[in-house]
């Protein structure tokens, strides 16, 4: 079985691997990537502070609440004549007062708590919403940059798939189906060439002394045990 038509389609696909990885690994596409990751950052921080910032309300809204339920209670007490009261009901609504102060106290700090928070997550939203506008721009500039450059290697790749189609036609079947299973598992090259007197082309294992046998026995082709490849042999 001759191999030298799926060794022209494999130098044919490489181009096409190697077009492939350099749009991928430009510098345009990172900055693309970088700045969509950013902008997604930054809004998933918008989230959380939006989130943070609703407790706080609620936290504040519950202390007003908090805050008129203990000053109607001193209302209430207060509002009592005390020309009428002996000296252990003077005591009782004295220590009553006393707890209902400590009670709005606590109120009036859990109260600057929240609302200091809720401005400092207003000075972080701005500075965010500013950072997420910006990562935003830059992603949608890096997109179109990327685009055209994909369109630009998009020529380049169709004259290759043309010829991976042409040269298609005059591989064996067998052989192109193997080349393509190999290839859809990240193994590439497919097809690497024995390397004397022991290994693999591919990964540089040593391979076991039948395989070897067998390519020295006009099996031109075996799979490597170790990287999955096609050692061939053209000896």
Known sequence: ?????????????MKLIKLEN????????KKMIYFQNATKQSFDALTRMNENAESDIECVKKMMAAF????????????????DCDEKQLEYYSKQLEKLE?????????TSRCNKELSDLNVKQRKEYEQAGNSSKSYRKYTEDFNALKKEKSVEAGAIMKELKDLEKGVDI????????????????????????????GCGMEIASDIINKLGEGR????????????YNKD
């Open 174 to 201: 067998e052989l192109l189906d193997r080349y393509k299973k190999v290839r859809a598992n990240k193994k590439r090259p497919v097809f690497v060439p024995f390397i004397k007197p022991s290994s693999c082309g």
């Open 102 to 110: 400590q009670k709005l106290d606590e109120i009036e700090r859990e």
């Open 1 to 13: 079985m001759s191999i030298d038509k799926i060794l022209q389609y494999q130098e044919a696909d």
């Open 68 to 83: 008129e339920e203990v000053s109607k209670q001193i209302d209430e007490i207060t509002s009592d004549d005390i020309a």
């Open 220 to 231: 031109k082709i075996q799979e490597c045990p170790n990287c999955g490849r096609i050692i």
């Open 22 to 29: 350099e749009l991928k690994s430009s510098d345009t596409a």
